[in-house]
């Protein structure tokens, strides 16, 4: 992975929420008759509405994906307001809020990082209801689990503005009836070189050890794992991928993610956030062949 150092590289920036647009618009169709207009009032809804939206912008119909991204803005505003709803649901509602309002601004060339850093904060908050009091009981499962996604949403979205766009995936994206298609994030690359060709990447992260540390007594849960998913999903682990790097000190990435957010001037040891970081994008970027996800969408959905 590179970063947008060069002028050309840094122009092709503007190619991120473009590039969104068309991999979500083009996998959507499929979804349009089940994106009922109105406010929508769930997340399962509003998600639903931001791939027709992108869907109607691809066909060149702006005015009325705008009403429906608008909707889906004011209907998640709500939905974060109220005292009902769960930190998980109020952790939906933004990011959906936030992807509407980074598609309406598709012009502001801010907007994908305004968008992308908008969203780490929100990881971050979630990072903090989920993680366990000091001397507590450990979290059960699904919590362990919910945070793992929260480490990788914080640290896959705290570097903006070098070439890529790192979102989370939409609700229906990460929780369809299909599980071989659901993933978790989605990275679009802008691409280098004199004619850089922008690309969409899948992640999907899991809270066990696949093997991808060299532990071979996991290999045949990796090779389990694997099966389950799309070739062009690559396979994240919590255990192997989202860990602070052998021979690197500075605590766990959950508290190194909290101290960040706390003092960002604060003098904490950011070597091993930055080392995980890269780590964690350039191997969804540039996946090793046995990761799966060495398929990356764009040749065929982008050229559209």
């Avoid at 209907?75 to 939906?92: E, I, V």
């Avoid at 904060?121 to 009981?137: D, H, K, N, Q, T």
Wanted: hydrophobic fraction near 35%; charged fraction near 20%; proline fraction near 7%.
């Amino acid at each position: 992975m590179r970063h947008a150092s060069s002028a050309t590289e840094q122009r092709s920036g503007s190619a991120l929420v473009p590039t969104y647009i068309t991999y979500i618009g083009h996998r959507e169709r499929p979804n349009l008759e089940l994106a009922k207009s109105g406010k929508p009032e769930r997340p399962h809804h509003a998600s639903l509405l931001i791939g027709a939206g992108c869907l109607l912008l691809v066909d060149g119909r702006e005015r009325k994906a705008d009403r429906m991204l608008r909707s889906v803005r004011d209907g998640m505003d709500d939905l974060m307001r109220a005292n009902s709803t769960s930190a998980q649901g109020r952790w939906h509602a933004a990011t959906l809020r936030h992807i509407a309002a980074m598609l309406l601004w598709r012009d502001n060339p801010t907007s994908a990082t305004t968008c992308q850093l908008a969203i780490h904060r929100e990881a971050v908050r979630a990072i903090r209801s989920l993680r366990p009091a000091a001397g507590g009981a450990p979290p059960a499962g699904d919590v362990t689990g919910a945070l793992a996604e929260q480490n990788a949403n914080g640290l896959a979205t705290r570097s903006a503005g070098i070439g890529t766009l790192t979102l989370p995936a939409l609700y229906h994206h990460d929780m369809g009836p299909t599980v071989a298609d659901n993933y978790d994030l989605l990275v679009i690359d802008c691409g280098s070189g004199p004619n850089p060709k922008p690309s969409a990447h899948r992640a999907q992260l899991k809270n066990v050890c696949m093997g991808f540390c060299g532990d071979e007594t996991f290999r045949a849960t990796g090779e389990e794992v694997r099966g389950r998913y799309k070739q062009d999903i690559v396979l994240v682990s919590q255990h192997c991928d989202i860990t602070v790097p052998a021979g690197e000190e500075g605590g766990e990435i959950t508290n190194l993610l909290l101290a960040e957010a706390s003092d960002p001037r604060a003098p904490i040891r950011r070597a091993p956030l930055d080392t995980t970081t890269l780590h964690l994008l350039e191997t969804i970027i540039e996946p090793e062949p046995w990761r799966m996800g060495t398929q990356p969408i764009g040749a065929l959905a982008l050229a559209a």
